[in-house]
């Protein structure tokens, strides 16, 4: 699918490119899930295409689906790209928490010879804010010495976090938030059988960048946010309602709902805080403080979900009128 709502990005990159001014690094900027690792794979792929021929005459970051170099991409197999992102322990499947050290020495196995299919050879970080400092310093010997015809393509969505050293040798190309009118066509193209429902609720949840909505893909996001918005207006007198929650969220196949729980419960909290006032606001301020704190610490220390559900939900209902909450 061709990457949407993005023209001004792509002209700005492909105009460099032909026109002999591509930067050697380029920062990728802008909120996560909007795009930017996804214009990584294809302007790497289009730049990979023309280098190593045959010549084709299509727009933008568009390569036939019949050039030798587009398997190999799509496969992650082409001998000059490396792609670094944070690690999958096979056994677990939990993420690593950063891209090491040894993930960016492993450069230089790229450039320690010419190129298999022509000399561009192309590096992609996703995301670069998940070096560790080590890395980081280790990535930069690279940017401010360069191989020849190397690329760098780094993706961010909090570069004021960056090393300024890593930002200084870096071209910025900023990626914004998408239409709702783009958005909704990007998830009918990706989710073909979901309904109009599932569609309009993935777009909300998404806050206009598509990746963001896809990951929340057969969660039931809106009886999701069904459940907290009940407990944040209702309340929960009874215990029902977040005992009820806490279960259906404590099975190992919810873990994906369960962390979407951790993430759209808070921000539910924040949200319903901007109506507050005096004394009011205090408490929602205060008790969305808790409830973040708890959402951001529940899968790092490996809280149970059943007793983090519980208790989160538990915050959310202490939101709710004061009638509700003693009925």
């Known amino acids: 699918m061709p990457l949407l709502g993005h023209d001004h990005a792509v002209a700005t990159f492909m105009d460099a490119a032909h026109g002999g001014r591509l930067h050697h690094a380029w920062l990728l900027?802008?909120?996560?899930?909007?795009?930017?690792?996804?214009f990584a794979r294809l302007a790497a792929r289009r730049l990979l295409?023309?280098?190593s021929g045959p010549a084709f005459d299509l727009p933008g970051l568009d390569v036939p689906a019949t050039h030798p170099i587009t398997a190999l991409v799509e496969a992650e197999?082409?001998?000059?790209?490396?792609?670094?992102e944070r690690t999958v322990d096979e056994k677990s499947g939990a993420q690593a928490r950063s891209i090491t050290i040894d993930q960016v020495r492993g450069l230089q196995r790229l450039f320690a010879t010419t190129g298999s299919y022509s000399s561009r050879r192309i590096v992609i970080i996703d995301a670069v804010d998940d070096l560790e400092r080590g890395g980081a310093n280790a990535l930069l010997k690279n940017l401010e010495e360069p191989p020849a015809d190397s690329l760098f393509l780094l993706i961010s969505h909090a570069p004021g976090r960056l090393l300024p050293t890593i930002r200084s040798r870096c071209r910025t190309l900023r990626f914004k938030r998408l239409g709702d009118d783009v958005m909704t066509q990007i998830l009918q193209a990706e989710l073909p059988e979901a309904d109009a429902r599932e569609i309009a609720a993935l777009a909300g949840a998404g806050e206009r960048a598509p990746g963001r909505a896809l990951a929340f893909a057969g969660l039931d996001i809106a009886g999701l946010d069904a459940a907290i918005d009940r407990l944040i207006t209702e309340g929960d007198p009874s215990n029902s309602e977040r005992s009820a929650l806490a279960r259906s969220l404590a099975l190992k196949t919810s873990q994906p709902r369960y962390e979407a729980f951790l993430e759209r419960a808070p921000a539910r909290m924040a949200l319903e805080a901007r109506n507050r006032l005096g004394a009011a606001l205090e408490q929602a301020l205060a008790l969305w403080e808790q409830a973040r704190g708890?959402?951001?610490?529940?899968?790092?220390?490996?809280?149970?979900?059943?007793?983090?559900?519980?208790?989160?939900?538990g915050l959310l209902a202490a939101m709710a009128p004061a009638s509700t909450r003693s009925r």
């Open 77 to 84: 197999s082409h001998p000059d790209l490396m792609i670094l």
């Open 294 to 313: 708890l959402a951001n610490g529940a899968v790092p220390l490996s809280l149970d979900p059943q007793a983090t559900t519980f208790t989160l939900a």
């Open 29 to 38: 900027t802008g909120p996560g899930g909007v795009g930017k690792g996804s």
């Open 49 to 51: 295409a023309e280098a």
